[in-house]
């Protein structure tokens, strides 16, 4: 080969991605775009068009691409030590360790890392199972958890889940799917039946104690679908009477990301035993965290190893991640902008009868297509329509959900209303554009 490296054309990067990754690896758009550059809410592609970035890599990008804070730290680290591994202790690991303690709801106080919310969920199944002595665990339908056999045995969604042997023990609850209730009620009138549900679940299809509940405060892939009042306490309840822990997954909803708060669970009046979460932290840098009480950490076996986790230069990000959100108070932002951005989606779903439902919280925002509001027959061809539209307007958005009719928002944490509006005026030029074809 050449020493000389070769000018990479439009084409060669989309054709190189196709030839030699695996097909599973699958990208948006008719035409994919690949991304070469990102600074602050935007992103180039490779014929140096520039989009407005709504989904931040699936709400992983949460202060801005390339943040002059967080590259300068990262930078810095880089130069001063890159690696050790866990045989080693590190200060950005120790600093960050103890940040964790002061944030986390409750008496959360141990931190093990790892490098993907994959990792994280593994891990604190693992812990709950060591903490307690038994093994099922009551996960959610529509639930997403990662890719390793653990999690894809958790894993509510048929489309992501691989003709596998799945690891035994999962047992899957209803969702609190309002929108498409299971139980075809109506909240508050429910009683919150489907997290009254899990009680019959467990002690018919579990051997009436288990390890732990594991949900996401707000369910990510499966549609940005959010629990009603009380749903968490109900639930929480009914797991610990059996015996079992509660843990919360955190990585889409933490840092800020539903609004005010450090983490999405801290909306309900309840106290996780284990906190999971990425994506968000590192902004970009591959990052995992597990936080458990001390009565559960002390439980898990003394040897084991993590060669990347807790490494100098993803915790120095994470810790420059987190500061920026402090002093730029993007918590609130979250809640202030999020809130126009909530409003705003309502005004076309007023305008659009193809949107069903609205939902979210803070900067986490979605809309459930259907093809009619009465039958609520999902539309996932008009998602296709709406996608390739905003992306001609160059704006970059997300989708979800187990029929894949959710569009998925994700704005950075430091977005404004102008931002908001941006991409409002691309989703309703893509609406418009169903009537004109």
Excluded at 384 to 409: D, M, Q, S
Aim: proline share 5%.
């Amino acid at each position: 080969m050449s020493t000389v490296e070769a000018k990479t054309t439009p084409s060669e990067i989309i054709r190189k991605h196709k030839e030699f990754l695996f097909p599973a690896v699958a990208m948006y758009y008719q035409e994919p775009i690949a991304l070469v550059r990102g600074e602050g809410h935007h992103v180039w592609d490779d014929q140096d068009n520039k989009y407005l970035d709504c989904f931040g890599g699936v709400l992983t990008v949460s202060v801005g691409h390339a943040h002059p804070k967080v590259t300068e730290a990262i930078i810095n680290q880089v130069k001063t030590l890159q690696h050790t591994s866990t045989l080693y202790a590190n200060k950005p690991q120790s600093d960050l360790a103890e940040k964790l303690y002061q944030i986390t709801p409750g008496p959360l106080k141990k931190s093990f890392f790892t490098n993907s919310g994959t990792e994280a969920d593994d891990t604190a199944i693992h812990a709950a199972k060591l903490a307690t002595g038994r093994h099922e665990i009551v996960v959610l339908r529509h639930s997403y958890s990662g890719r390793s056999a653990t999690a894809l045995s958790a894993m509510g969604h048929a489309p992501w889940r691989p003709l596998l042997p799945q690891v035994a023990g999962f047992v899957h609850a209803r969702a609190p799917y309002c929108y498409r209730c299971p139980f075809k009620l109506t909240y508050p009138e429910c009683g919150l039946a489907c997290a009254d549900d899990m009680e019959e679940l467990i002690m018919t299809t579990t051997t009436g104690e288990i390890a732990a509940f594991m949900a996401e405060p707000i369910l990510g892939v499966g549609g940005f679908i959010v629990p009603p009042p009380g749903y968490f306490e109900r639930a929480v309840e009914i797991t610990r009477k059996h015996g079992g822990l509660f843990i919360a997954d955190e990585v889409q909803t933490a840092w800020g990301r539903t609004g005010d708060k450090w983490f999405g669970i801290e909306h309900w009046d309840v106290q996780p035993d284990i906190i999971t979460s990425a994506k968000g932290l590192g902004n970009g840098v591959p990052i995992g965290i597990t936080v458990a009480t001390e009565d559960v950490a002390n439980k898990y076996p003394g040897l084991t190893f993590s060669t990347f986790g807790g490494n100098p230069v993803s915790m120095t990000a994470a810790l420059a991640v987190i500061k920026v959100i402090e002093d730029e108070n993007l918590r609130h932002n979250a809640t202030e902008v999020g809130g126009y951005l909530r409003q705003r989606l309502e005004e076309l779903k007023e305008k659009y009868a193809a949107i069903g439902d609205v939902r979210g919280m803070g900067l986490m925002q979605g809309l459930e297509l259907v093809k009619d509001r009465e039958t609520k027959e999902p539309a996932p061809e008009t998602v296709a329509k709406v996608f390739e539209e905003t992306r001609r307007r160059r704006v970059l958005i997300g989708k979800g959900g187990l029929y894949g009719n959710v569009i998925r928002t994700g704005l950075m944490l430091n977005s404004t209303r102008d931002h908001v509006d941006e991409l409002i005026q691309a989703l309703d030029a893509g609406f418009s554009s169903l009537s004109a074809n």
